[in-house]
């Protein structure tokens, strides 16, 4: 798969400056290609609950960031003004996250097709994309999916 321009450094420097918390908490992406990302988190004091394990809302920051990393990319290919945002999420837990977490979208597809779409009739698109939490072994501990918006900007 050929790589766009986006790169893991500069989205991980855009993380410092604009999404503070999800820097501090340890969220970080560690690649990203057409239909791909791939983000971790380690479970530490900072980004911990009362259980124990990582805190829910940093999971989400982690699978949030391996979905919007791709549509940032895609965005940024077509050399469209187009905005995004998250409309809905949902997110389901099956184990305690501790240790390090890797969460990873491969829904890239989905988003080429919503932004021709949004191109051609100049009409905002929603699509969801999944990301899943796996620990050390491989056993997934969260699973998060969030519907996106894009549409082209005014003016």
Request: proline share 2%.
């Amino acid at each position: 798969m050929r790589s766009m321009s986006t790169n893991v450094n500069k989205i991980n420097t855009f993380l410092f400056f604009k999404l503070p918390a999800a820097w501090w908490t340890g969220v970080r992406l560690r690649s990203i290609d057409n239909e791909n990302a791939v983000v971790t988190v380690t479970h530490r004091w900072v980004n911990q609950n009362p259980f124990r394990s990582m805190y829910w809302a940093v999971q989400g920051m982690a699978a949030e960031l391996s979905t919007g990393a791709i549509v940032m990319q895609h965005i940024r290919h077509v050399g469209k003004p187009i905005s995004m945002l998250v409309a809905n999420n949902k997110g389901s837990f099956s184990k305690k996250a501790t240790g390090r977490i890797t969460f990873t979208c491969s829904d890239g597809h989905k988003i080429r097709e919503a932004l021709a779409n949004t191109i051609e009739t100049g009409e905002g698109q929603t699509f969801w994309m999944k990301s899943k939490g796996v620990n050390k072994e491989g056993i997934t501990v969260s699973e998060f999916s969030f519907e996106w918006t894009v549409k082209l900007k005014s003016g």
